[in-house]
């Protein structure tokens, strides 16, 4: 089995900054993407950001140049600077790993249970 636990949420002010971190642990041998999206009330879940193995990133529009996205593989972790947060960024977050068991072993997805992020005054 494989966890994800995310963790640094919480209220904001607009124009403030968070930065939110996912570590995993368990059967972990390798992990291959790594990803944070969110999911507003009476929205569907959505991509805020992937980064691959090789380091290649990729945002949603909506979020370009404010937020950013890393990796630590050695820990087994990834985060999500914000910056410049607006309430429309209010929603629960949610990291995702694409990881396998072994070399042998299908590339399997698995989310963390989520984390509020509120921003407001």
């Known amino acids: 089995q494989v966890q994800l636990v995310e963790s640094r949420g919480g209220l904001v002010e607009p124009g403030g900054s968070l930065t939110l971190s996912c570590a995993g642990s368990g059967s972990i041998f390798s992990i291959n993407a790594m990803g944070w999206y969110r999911q507003a009330p009476g929205k569907e879940r959505e991509l805020v950001a992937t980064?691959?193995?090789?380091?290649?990133?990729n945002y949603r529009d909506s979020v370009k140049g404010r937020f950013t996205i890393s990796r630590d593989d050695a820990k087994k972790s990834v985060y999500l600077q914000m910056n410049s947060l607006k309430p429309e960024d209010t929603a629960v977050y949610y990291c995702?790993?694409?990881?396998?068991?072994?070399?042998?072993?299908?590339?399997?997805?698995?989310w963390g249970q989520g984390i509020q992020v509120t921003v407001s005054s």
């Open positions: 995702n790993f694409v990881t396998r068991r072994g070399i042998l072993y299908q590339w399997e997805n698995y």
């Open positions: 980064i691959t193995s090789g380091g290649y990133t």
